[in-house]
C-alpha cells in the first residue's frame, strides 16, 4: 500500500488509467479532464460530428461513495466502509459472480431502469442532480453540496434469498464503480435485521459487535452454499470455496498460551485462534471516567504490551503435566497443585490485523461507562516484540487448523513480516455505550488518499488527522501482503 504523505492535502489526485474490477463497462472517453477538490462531479463530454457537445453519465472517484444513515445506522456504515476499503476483502467479494447485481447497474439510465431490469425485483433508483450554489464538498463523492448521485436500494433483500454475501457484492460493486456519490442502503439493512436479529431496529448499537457477528454471518453462508450444488454452479463453487478461504485466512491470526510451572519450570503452549485483539487500558485510566478523560494519552504499544505481559496465577491452582507425570502412575496420590505464571503471545500474524481498544467498561449492573483518554497509534506497527520468539514451541497443542498464510509456519518469519500499515480507523463519538456516533478514516488504495467517512458526508483529510482520531477500532495491514499482490 502506498504511503499517504504527511499533511495531505485537500486536493485529489484523479482515479487510475486502470479502472477496478468492481466498475461496470461503459464507453471511455477520448481525455478525462483531471477533477480537484472543487469540482465534487466529473462530466465527461465527448463531441458528435456536428461539434455540439452531449452530456455523459457523471462520474467520481472509486470508493468515495457515502452511506445515508437510516435512523441510527452509522455504527453499520463505519464499519461497511472500513470493510469496502480493505483491498483484499474488496476484491474477493467483488469476483463473486453475481450477474443480477451487474445488469441492474448497467441496465440504470438517466435515474430510472429499464423495464427488463426493474422487473428483476431489485435494486436501484437514482435521483437527479440536485443543483446548489455552494462550493464542493472537498473531493469526488460523498453528499457533495453541488450536485448528489444518489442510489437509494428497496427496502427489501436485493435477490430472492437473503444474502449478506450478495449484498456486499452488490454494495461493493456500486461504492466502487466511480457512478454513485451515495447510497442508501436499505437492503442491506433489512438483510441484517433477518439474518441478525439482535440489530435489529433504530436503537444504537455497538460497531465492533456488529463487525464480529457480520463476519462470522458472512463465513457460514459461504460454508453452506458452496455445499449446494442448486444454489451454486461448480465454477461458482469453485470460486466460493476460494473467497472463503480469503475470509478465514484475512483477520485469522493464532496465539499462543503459554503456562509455566514455577516448581519445575515446564512450560505448557496451547495454539487459540484469534480475528481480533482486544486490548485492555492501563489500570491507571479504571476510575472515574472523568478523571480518565483528563489523563494524559497512552501509546497503543502500551496496551499491547499489556496483552502480552506475563499473569501471575495466584495460589497453588495449577496442576503441572510434568509434576504429576509420576503421581499418574499411582491413583491413590491426589494430584499436586503449584503456582504457575502465563502469558500470551502472538503465534501467527493475520493479513489484516484488528485492534479493539476496550473503551467500554461495567460501571454497576446494567451501565457501562466509556474510558475517554487519547490513544496514540502510529501510522506503521511492528509486531516483532509482541510475537512468540520460538517458531515452533515444544508441546504446542492447536485448538485449530494453522494459518496458510502465516511465515512461522514454514520457520523463523522475516523481519518484514512484522510490519503493519494502517488502512482503518473506526472511531466512537460521545459518552455512553448506547449512544454517541461512529464515523471511519479509510485509506483510499486507488486514489492514494485518506477519506473521513461521516455517513453521507466524505472528505478528504491528511494523516496527521487521522493519528489525531480518538480510536476504538484500528486495522493495520500487513505490508508483505501488500506487496504480493496475493491472488485469490
Not at 425485483?121 to 473531493?139: C, E
Request: aromatic share 8%; charged share 20%; hydrophobic share 30%.
Amino acid at each position: 500500500m502506498a504511503t499517504p504523505k504527511k499533511g495531505g492535502t485537500k486536493k485529489v489526485q484523479p482515479p487510475p488509467k486502470t479502472r477496478s474490477r468492481s466498475s461496470v463497462n461503459r464507453s471511455k472517453p477520448k481525455s478525462a479532464t483531471p477533477h480537484s477538490a472543487q469540482t465534487p462531479v466529473r462530466r465527461r463530454q465527448s463531441t458528435k460530428q456536428g461539434g455540439s457537445p452531449f452530456k455523459r453519465r457523471p462520474t467520481v472517484t472509486p470508493g468515495v461513495t457515502g452511506l445515508r444513515n437510516l435512523g441510527n445506522t452509522c455504527y453499520m456504515n463505519s464499519i461497511l466502509q472500513v470493510l469496502s476499503h480493505l483491498h483484499f476483502f474488496r476484491e474477493c467479494f467483488l469476483r463473486l459472480d453475481l450477474t443480477q447485481a451487474l445488469e441492474l447497474l448497467a441496465s440504470a439510465v438517466h435515474g430510472q431502469l429499464t423495464e427488463k431490469a426493474s422487473s428483476q425485483s431489485t435494486l436501484i433508483q437514482r435521483r437527479g442532480f440536485q443543483a446548489s450554489s455552494g462550493s464542493g464538498a472537498g473531493l469526488s463523492g460523498g453528499a457533495s453540496r453541488t450536485r448528489s448521485m444518489e442510489l437509494i436500494q428497496p427496502k427489501e433483500p436485493s435477490s430472492k434469498h437473503i444474502s449478506l454475501c450478495h449484498e456486499l457484492h452488490t454494495l461493493f460493486q456500486v461504492m466502487w464503480s466511480g457512478k454513485w456519490a451515495l447510497v442508501s442502503p436499505f437492503a442491506m439493512l433489512h438483510s441484517v435485521w433477518q439474518l441478525i436479529p439482535a440489530f435489529r431496529g433504530y436503537a444504537q448499537q455497538d460497531a465492533q459487535e456488529f463487525l464480529c457477528e457480520l463476519l462470522d454471518k458472512v463465513q457460514h453462508e459461504l460454508e453452506s452454499t458452496g455445499k449446494h450444488t442448486t444454489t451454486a454452479g461448480v465454477p461458482q463453487k469453485r470460486l466460493i470455496k476460494q473467497v472463503l478461504s480469503v475470509v478465514n485466512t484475512i483477520f485469522h491470526g493464532q496465539l499462543l498460551s503459554q503456562v509455566t510451572c514455577l516448581a519445575c519450570d515446564h512450560r505448557s503452549n496451547t495454539v487459540e485462534p484469534f480475528w481480533d485483539l482486544s486490548l485492555e487500558f492501563p489500570e491507571r485510566y479504571h476510575r472515574n471516567s472523568r478523571e480518565s478523560a483528563a489523563q494524559a494519552s497512552c501509546h497503543l504499544t502500551e496496551m499491547l504490551a499489556k496483552f502480552t505481559e506475563t499473569e501471575a496465577l495466584e495460589g497453588n491452582i495449577y496442576a503441572c503435566e510434568q509434576c504429576n507425570s509420576a503421581r499418574r502412575r499411582s491413583s491413590s496420590k491426589p494430584l499436586l497443585l503449584t503456582e504457575a505464571k502465563k502469558q500470551l503471545m502472538v503465534h501467527k500474524l493475520p493479513q489484516v490485523l484488528r485492534l479493539h481498544l476496550k473503551r467500554f467498561r461495567w460501571s454497576g449492573r446494567n451501565h457501562r461507562e466509556k474510558i475517554g483518554v487519547h490513544v496514540r497509534f502510529d501510522q506503521l506497527l511492528n509486531m516483532e516484540l509482541y510475537c512468540c520468539r520460538e517458531p515452533s514451541p515444544k508441546g504446542v497443542s492447536c485448538s485449530s487448523p494453522s494459518s496458510p498464510s502465516s511465515p512461522s509456519s514454514t520457520g523463523s518469519p522475516s523481519p518484514k513480516h512484522f510490519v503493519y500499515d494502517l488502512s482503518a480507523v473506526v472511531m466512537h463519538h460521545g459518552k455512553g455505550f448506547g449512544s454517541g456516533h461512529y464515523t471511519s478514516y479509510c485509506y483510499n488504495t486507488e486514489g492514494g488518499f485518506w477519506v473521513h467517512c461521516n455517513d453521507s458526508k466524505l472528505n478528504v483529510c491528511s494523516v496527521e488527522e487521522v493519528c489525531r482520531a480518538q480510536a476504538y477500532i484500528l486495522f493495520y495491514t500487513q505490508r508483505v501482503t501488500q506487496d504480493k499482490d496475493r491472488p485469490l
